[in-house]
């Protein structure tokens, strides 16, 4: 099974500054990456897969880059909905597997 | 508009059967691949399992001993069955379409991407006496 490590756990930025976020593969996954983001209550939203490729409806300000087995997940300026917690998923091997999470919180 | 919705006893005693249904509406359940998702404080966002057929199913290994998913076409909806829960099974239950449908638009066959685009809100089950 491969292992997702995402850092930093938290990360504190003020609207209008821009977010990186990153997501490590224990092995290499290609570009089977994806990104989600959760807000409290709510399901996790599909933002990117295949690592640079932005689901339906996501907004130009999210990104996602890289491959093998680091990746990065940019916002480029952060709006006041942006803070949330994010997860990268990867389907390169099955079964699926999510990272533990990044926080993105209000400075 | 697509919408899950799952439904289900939010408490299950322990050694008991956790069972589960997602309701979808707005498009037919035979279009795509469809999965459960569950997510606790211990273990996060964890796969449990996939179906697109009553004989077509996938599971999670590490839960693949208790697992059992089925179809119902008639109702367009799909259930998870988790028998001989223990506390650790307490978690939010998401049912998920898979992004990409079984057909594409010339009835060609897709495997599949095995992301998430739709989800339902989640129910909350409790294992506990």
Redesign the interface.
């Known amino acids: 099974e491969i292992v997702l490590t995402q850092s930093p756990a938290t990360l504190s930025l003020s609207p209008g500054e821009r977010a990186t976020l990153s997501c490590r593969a224990s092995q290499s996954i290609s570009s089977y990456l994806?990104w989600y983001q959760q807000k409290p209550g709510?399901?996790?939203?599909?933002l990117i897969?295949?690592a640079s490729n932005r689901?339906?409806g996501i907004p130009a300000r999210f990104s996602g880059s890289g491959s093998g087995t680091d990746f990065t997940l940019t916002i480029s300026s952060l709006e006041p909905e942006d803070f949330a917690v994010y997860?990268c998923?990867q389907?390169s091997n099955?079964?699926?597997?999510?990272?533990?999470?990044t926080k993105l919180e209000i400075k | 508009q697509v919408q899950l919705q799952e439904s289900g006893p939010g408490l299950v005693k322990p050694s008991e059967t956790l069972s589960l249904t997602c309701a979808v509406s707005g498009d037919s359940i035979s279009h795509y691949y469809w999965s459960w998702v569950r997510q606790s404080a211990g273990t996060?966002?964890?796969?449990i399992g996939r179906i697109y057929t009553s004989s077509s199913t996938?599971y999670?290994?590490p839960l693949k001993s208790r697992v059992t998913m089925s179809v119902d076409t008639s109702r367009n909806q799909f259930s998870l069955r988790l028998s001989s829960v223990t506390a650790a099974d307490t978690a939010v239950y998401?049912c998920?379409r898979d992004?990409i449908p079984r057909f594409d638009d010339t009835s060609v066959y897709q495997p599949g991407?095995?992301?998430?685009?739709l989800?339902?809100?989640?129910t909350l089950v409790t294992v506990s006496s």
């Open positions: 994806g709510q399901a996790p939203r599909l897969y295949d689901a339906t997860y998923q389907r099955w079964p699926p597997t999510f990272g533990q999470g | 996060g966002l964890q796969w996938t999670n290994p998401y998920a992004r991407d095995w992301f998430f685009d989800w339902g809100r989640g």
